[in-house]
């Protein structure tokens, strides 16, 4: 019987976001590929750094061991070759990391292998692979450099989530952005009882919900943030929300535009996932942090935004 992935949470992870390739990145970009091949075979017995998203994996990978029945599983996938991710996998066996299956596609896109794993978290630092995933509707990040400390920290797996564009749809930051701020709570006010509706991101919520619920409270091994800069009025909604989906968050920090890279840090945060680079350079620099771009066809999309660059410049209490 084929092995189903359907009911695990299945996260595909390309090889630079996982260790840290930024070397071998550079000499593919300025030297080409053949020269990427020949330093790739010539290292093959050197285990690379950690990446940005290794706590993340590492954290994830050991629910595994919590539960009779498996309830995660990370997939490699690289535009390496064979020949060239043998690297690869000679440095997942020197972590101990529980990663079996991989799509080395040489050189081709990833995209059209997502769906065929069932893939409900895409992470790579290749911002074309990851747009493509998200046009594609799989939840997808680009993630930025590690901070200077990226050590597992703790028996928990912490993750957190802004909310608009990102748990929820861009329908209020696209009122935010185009009539302001009090159109914004106007618009939470009257439809505080309407459940906002799904973004990228929520079908991951939910899922990470039902892994949550494996264990007891207390003893859940997975803890969930909501880091954004709603407030006040606006946070209602939000709750809400979360009430109709059956999702359990273990903490929401209601910022209303206060910096949210001091927030990450307390939280100790293994993933931060925004969609706006404001928030993201700052957050970025104290734990791991991933961009979700808007679709192609978003309004919110840098190519479809109509708004002015004066228009478009104050984003401090953007949601």
Do not use: C
């Not at 593919?28 to 020949?38: F, P």
């Not at 059956?246 to 206060?258: E, T």
């Amino acid at each position: 019987m084929p092995y189903n992935l359907s009911d695990l949470l299945v996260i595909g992870i390309s090889s630079r976001a996982l260790f840290n390739l930024e070397t071998e990145n550079q000499i593919y970009n300025e030297q080409g590929l053949e020269k990427y091949i020949q330093y790739q075979l010539e290292n093959e017995n050197e285990i690379l750094q950690p990446g940005t998203a290794f706590p993340l994996v590492k954290g994830l990978l050991a629910l595994n061991d919590l539960k009779k029945d498996r309830l995660v599983e990370v997939i490699i996938m690289s535009r390496n070759s064979p020949d060239t991710g043998l690297r690869i996998f000679n440095s997942i066996e020197h972590y101990n990391l529980d990663i079996t299956r991989a799509a080395l596609s040489g050189g081709e896109a990833l995209a059209p292998y997502l769906e065929a794993f069932d893939i409900d978290l895409f992470l790579s630092k290749a911002e074309k692979d990851v747009q493509v995933a998200v046009d594609a509707g799989v939840a997808a990040a680009m993630l930025y450099n590690p901070p200077d400390d990226n050590s597992v920290d703790g028996d928990k797996v912490r993750i957190a989530f802004d909310a608009d564009a990102v748990l929820f749809s861009e329908e209020s930051e696209a009122i935010y952005r185009d009539k302001g701020l009090e159109a914004f709570y106007e618009n939470e006010l009257k439809n505080v009882d309407r459940p906002l509706p799904e973004g990228p991101f929520a079908k991951l919520l939910k899922t990470l919900g039902f892994i949550q619920q494996e264990f007891e409270p207390a003893d859940a091994p997975v803890r969930i943030a909501i880091v954004t800069a709603r407030n006040s009025p606006a946070h209602e909604r939000v709750i809400k929300t979360l009430r109709t989906w059956g999702v359990r968050v273990d903490a929401a920090f209601f910022l209303g535009g206060v910096s949210k890279d001091k927030i990450l840090k307390a939280f100790k945060a293994q993933i931060f996932f925004d969609d706006q680079e404001v928030h993201l350079g700052l957050a970025s620099a104290v734990v791991p942090s991933g961009r979700v771009p808007y679709p192609s066809d978003s309004v919110l999309h840098p190519d479809n935004n109509q708004l002015s660059s004066e228009e478009d410049g104050d984003t401090s209490k953007s949601k």
